[in-house]
T-cell receptor, first 114, second 115 residues
């Protein structure tokens, strides 16, 4: 069985500040981990993913995430927030031989203050 | 690459009518397509998984006779909401999966409002 927990349904940062969105997972198989972003009234866009190999993964728009197996975490970070980063962020988990099926976290809404 | 489109982007219909939503993978063959429902300020809820040429697999609690899914080709899946009622109003999102990789590629969503 797999599950995802995103800590904090809403995070607010100032423009230029560090962005940290937390994601913890549980999985009975080696996990594949994803971060997606959703802007209002739109679908989901892939930010980054971890499957195997390097545990620090870089994605689009300056985001990165680190897979920490010992902590069962996959937190998303960005050194300096931009106003355009304001959106809903979803962490998701899948795994080998899962047929691509994703289990999503509850989502975190990121607000960026000027 | 890996673009998924949905049509229509929004639809308003009267209670009791049926609505069809199309999901197309534009530049890849999607061996599997997924259909999700999303309520305001909530996460995505998986409704069903469809594989080309076979019957869809529905998640627990999703009425298969209410939400008809057809995956006629490797680039097209349709969701038909039959005899729609106001409680079916929601944002419906599809995604395509290529099978040989792990990533789902999402469509832009369809907002359904049933009056």
């Amino acid at each position: 069985a797999q599950s995802v927990t995103q800590l904090g349904s809403h995070v607010s940062v100032s423009e230029g500040a560090l962005v940290l969105l937390r994601c913890n997972y549980s999985s009975s198989v080696p996990p594949y981990l994803f971060w997606y972003v959703q802007y209002p009234n739109q679908g989901l866009q892939l930010l980054l993913k971890y499957t195997t190999g390097a545990t620090l993964v870089k994605g689009i728009n300056g985001f990165e995430a680190e897979f920490k197996k010992s902590e069962t975490s996959f937190h998303l970070t960005k050194p300096s927030a931009h106003m355009s980063d304001a959106a809903e962020y979803f962490c998701a988990v899948s795994g080998y031989n899962q047929g691509g099926k994703l289990i999503f976290g509850q989502g975190t809404e990121l607000s960026v203050k000027p | 690459g890996a673009v998924v489109s949905q049509h229509p982007s929004w639809v308003i219909c009267k209670s009791g009518t049926s609505v069809k939503i199309e999901c197309r993978s534009l530049d890849f063959q999607a061996t599997t397509m997924f259909w999700y429902r999303q309520f305001p300020k909530q996460s995505l809820m998986l409704m069903a998984t469809s594989n080309e040429g076979s019957k869809a697999t529905y998640e627990q609690g999703v009425e298969k006779d209410k939400f008809l899914i057809n995956h006629a080709s490797l680039t097209l899946s349709t969701l038909t909401v039959t005899s729609a009622h106001p409680e079916d109003s929601s944002f419906y999102i599809c995604s395509g999966h290529r099978g040989r990789e792990e990533t789902q590629y999402f469509g832009p969503g369809t907002r359904l409002l049933v009056l």
